[in-house]
């Protein structure tokens, strides 16, 4: 399958009389909240297909610009304030729009399987300023792909979600709904004087020296993406354990050891630069506004860090089974088929509704391709395998 760009321009927000965004606290930038400061300081990808009928990319382009009309961080740029704080600028200067095409039709290349194939879903976000990047990828049967790349400092995935409903609505020619919420500094206000409840170093923010120690990982392991479809019957079938006897079920803020025999302890990170990253989850762990001011003066640093490329002797488990990305809805019905792009870090896990609609899930489970048969041991194990099907 090879995708062919036929167009790449700048798409601007479409002020008009009925541009109704709310007044912002300033008419220059708006100031990253506590979350924004600790969260992954790169791009979020994620993979949209349609089938037709779908609407032509000019009505999608046209509800686009009227919706960053609104969402006005989404087409501004990252700057600095007159005290040198890292700043979204509303400056208007527009987002990346691509128009691609392929000449298969979407039912000969789907499932879409974890590889870098999918990254030709996407512009290069390598270098970018552009704050949120889309590519329209039309198939020769009428079927629509959408790329959707924005950085993550913008917007969890819950905020992401209501901008593309709104995008839709826009698309469709109904008023924008949901409005974005703009003075985000103002609900995470630090205490006065801080109160530290919680032990956050090597949580959310570790020492400068420990990131600067990470070097590029010598050992060449093969990171392979895995998907496991857990069906409906498998789900309640885990529910009589105890949340403490459930592995990789609950989230735990720090997932430290090893899960599992054979994980590479001298593993060290590798640059994730040249891939959007997808924990878009809507999930951070600094509980308190007052954490990043006490933890620049200490010299500390976000542990999200978006050059690792290797978690080991860690896991991270991101759920987006409650963001309702099924809501988008251009004009010609809700997707058919949505996933995360292709994200090789070791020891992220990413789990999803299945796009099969029955309640199931959908597991991505990146992982060292010596380490793939274990897992699939390991995973199986949990209850009988008649509730468990793969789709390599």
């Known amino acids: 399958m090879k995708v062919v760009v036929e167009s790449s321009r700048i798409i601007k927000p479409a002020h008009n009389a ?18 924004d400061k600790v969260t992954f300081d790169t791009h979020v990808a994620v993979i949209y297909a349609f089938r037709p009928p779908t609407p032509p990319n000019s009505v999608i382009e046209e509800g686009l610009a009227k919706v960053l009309a609104e969402y006005g961080e989404y087409a501004g740029r990252f700057g600095e304030d007159s005290e040198g704080n890292r700043v979204i600028l509303l400056s208007d200067e ?4 691509v128009e691609a095409s392929v000449d298969t039709t979407l039912s000969n290349a789907m499932p879409f399987k974890p590889s870098p194939s999918l990254l030709d879903f996407h512009p290069s976000a390598d270098g970018v300023e552009e704050l949120l990047l889309v590519q329209l990828t039309r198939f020769a049967c009428g079927s629509l ?77 093969e990171v392979v993406i895995h998907k496991a479809h857990f069906t409906k019957e498998f789900l309640p079938s885990s529910r009589p354990w105890h949340p403490w006897e459930r ?43 007052a ?37 988008l809805d251009f004009g010609g019905g809700s997707p058919y088929y949505f996933v995360p792009s292709y994200l090789p870090v070791e020891g992220l896990l990413i789990l999803l509704p299945s796009f099969i609609g029955d309640g ?6 990146p992982l060292f391709h010596h380490n793939l048969d274990s897992f699939k041991l390991c995973c199986y194990s949990m209850t009988s395998p008649s509730f468990l099907h793969t789709y390599v």
């Open 360 to 365: 199931s899930i959908d597991a991505f489970v």
């Open 94 to 97: 527009g987002v990346r729009f």
């Open 145 to 221: 792909v959408l790329g959707f790349s924005l950085h993550h400092v913008i917007s969890d995935g819950h905020a992401t979600s209501n901008f593309l409903v709104s995008w839709g609505r826009a698309s469709r020619g109904l008023s924008i709904s949901p409005l974005p919420l703009h003075d985000r500094t103002s609900l995470f206000v630090p205490r006065q004087p801080p109160q530290l409840e919680f032990e956050h170093r090597g949580v959310e923010f570790k020492s400068k020296k420990s990131r600067d120690s990470n070097t590029e990982n010598p050992l060449k392991n």
């Open 291 to 327: 954490v990043p001011m006490a933890a620049e003066e200490e010299g500390l640093m976000p542990t999200a860090d978006a050059d690792e490329m290797v978690l080991c002797p860690n896991l991270e488990v991101d759920s987006w089974t409650r963001i309702p990305f099924y809501d």
């Open 247 to 289: 592995p990789a079920i609950y989230y735990v803020p720090v997932l430290g050891g090893s899960f599992m025999e054979g994980r590479d302890e001298g593993a060290r990170p590798q640059r994730l630069r040249d891939h959007p990253r997808t924990n878009c989850c809507g999930r951070t762990q600094a509980d308190d506004p």
């Open 18 to 35: 009925d541009h109704i965004r709310p007044p912002l606290t300033t008419t220059q930038h708006i100031p990253l909240s506590v979350f």
